[in-house]
């Protein structure tokens, strides 16, 4: 999904000469507190709402210090360009632009992340792990096929660095199973610290006592 299927065209340019009362009347309509400023088909930059305020001299969008003149990608870039953008620039409304730098509209994160939550496996069930891994052991094919030896199959991945520990990443996986007792002992067993699961569901005694006897068999 890229950044233009993502456009919320109920959210209008402001213009250089429009007043600071529409401003701040759109702001409260459209229940956000940025929007975007162009003229002539170009970004401008964006208005907050402290802004409308705290300029008491100000009448018109032009007598403002517009802030975000960079918050913006390309109409082709991913939806991760989009949430990148908006968190290093600060802002909720990331404006899109054509291959011409032509502005065509803008992004909001929530858009981003309810699109994210429609087309991931956010809403798919089963469970989430998050994993532990030094980083000179990580493997994703390696924890995959451990995972998949037990006909669980994984739906999604994120990798972040741990900062408490700068020699491990922390991997975050998704399942598409809540029973995943099965999985944590085959991993535990090569070494795999898993921090926390969520969305799971337990065995049953029977299906305990049988997998714990499974893996004293397995076990060398």
Known sequence: MTAKDLINYMIPPLKPG?????????MDELKTTELPVAHEGR?????????????????????????GHDCSVKQDQHYYDVLSTS????????????????????????DVVEAFA??????????????????????LSNIARMIEMND??????????????????????????????QVKTVLENNGVTIE????????????KERLDLLMKFIKP
């Open 18 to 26: 429009d007043s600071i009362a529409k401003a701040q009347q759109w």
């Open 43 to 67: 970004f401008l930059g964006l208005v907050d709402e402290d802004m409308t305020y705290d300029f008491v001299d100000a009448h018109q969008i032009s007598d403002l210090l517009l802030k």
């Open 87 to 110: 968190y290093n620039q600060g802002f909720r409304l990331v404006a899109v632009l054509d291959s011409d730098d032509g502005y065509l509209g803008v992004v909001s994160i929530q």
């Open 118 to 139: 429609q087309t991931s496996s956010v809403n798919s069930p089963g469970a989430i792990m998050v994993l532990s891994i030094k980083d000179h052991d990580y493997s």
């Open 152 to 181: 669980v199959k994984v739906l999604s991945s994120h990798v972040t660095p741990q900062l408490d520990e700068s020699s491990s990443v922390r991997l975050t996986i998704k399942l598409d199973t809540e029973e995943i007792s």
């Open 196 to 207: 926390a699961t969520f969305n799971t569901t337990a065995l049953s005694y029977d299906e």
